[in-house]
């Protein structure tokens, strides 16, 4: 059983920036895309930012292309998301996730995902 632990997550002004982690239990890790995804209020989980299980090849969702970066240290089993010039519209629970199948591409659907943390709040305020 594997268990992802968010943390960073708080309230930050617009313009702001927050930086999220999400640390893995387990030994396998490095096998594995992860991804970081949102949930606003009333509306459908989002896909946010996805890195490759060997940490060369990022995707992200166009809202968060140019100010988010997400990165991972193998050594830390932690996934990161940088958050820059944050907006009120960014306000989400933000989730982390782990692929499903080890050596995966970089993936966009929560349902190739099947590890999720519990979740960290993200208010923007403007």
């Known amino acids: 059983q594997v268990q992802l632990v968010e943390s960073g997550g708080g309230l930050v002004q617009a313009g702001g920036s927050l930086r999220l982690s999400c640390a893995a239990s387990g030994r396998t890790f490095s096998r594995y895309t992860m991804g970081w995804f949102r949930q606003a209020p009333g509306k459908e989980r989002q896909f946010g930012a996805a890195?490759?299980?060997?940490?060369?090849?990022?995707t992200y969702a166009d809202s968060a292309k140019g100010r988010f970066t997400i990165s991972r240290d193998d050594a830390k089993n932690t996934v990161y998301l940088q958050m820059n010039s944050l907006k009120p519209e960014d306000t989400a629970v933000y989730y982390c996730?782990?692929?499903?199948?080890?050596?995966?591409?970089?993936?966009?659907?929560?349902?190739?995902?099947?590890?999720w943390g519990q979740g960290t709040q993200v208010t923007v305020s403007s």
């Open positions: 996730a782990r692929a499903g199948r080890p050596f995966s591409n970089a993936r966009k659907v929560a349902d190739d995902y099947d590890y």
């Open positions: 890195v490759m299980w060997n940490g060369g090849i990022t």
